[in-house]
């Protein structure tokens, strides 16, 4: 399951996701400002709260919209 770590109003989270959805990515949106929980878990993965973070495990992941490192990351 593919993870973003974001909040509504960061265009670069907003990029990324109409990316991961132009490549027919699926994926759960954790927002970080409407979710307590998500804010931790995000901070526990990546020790910041810098979004976005975009996980495929909970455990690799890529800070921000590097589309090589994000390809890499999904294998695609």
């Given amino acids: ?3 973003v770590y974001s ?3 960061c265009p670069w989270c907003n990029k990324l ?3 991961l959805t132009s490549r027919g990515v ?3 949106v954790r927002d970080i400002e409407l979710d307590e929980e998500a804010a931790k878990e995000c901070q526990k ?3 910041d709260l810098t979004v976005p973070v975009t996980t495929v495990d909970g455990k690799n992941y890529v800070l921000g919209f590097d589309k090589a490192k994000i ?3 999904l294998g695609i």
């Fill in 45 to 47: 993965i990546s020790g």
């Fill in 26 to 28: 699926e994926y759960e």
């Fill in 71 to 73: 390809d890499a990351l």
């Fill in 17 to 19: 996701k109409k990316y």
């Fill in 7 to 9: 909040f509504e109003s």
């Fill in 1 to 3: 399951m593919v993870k």
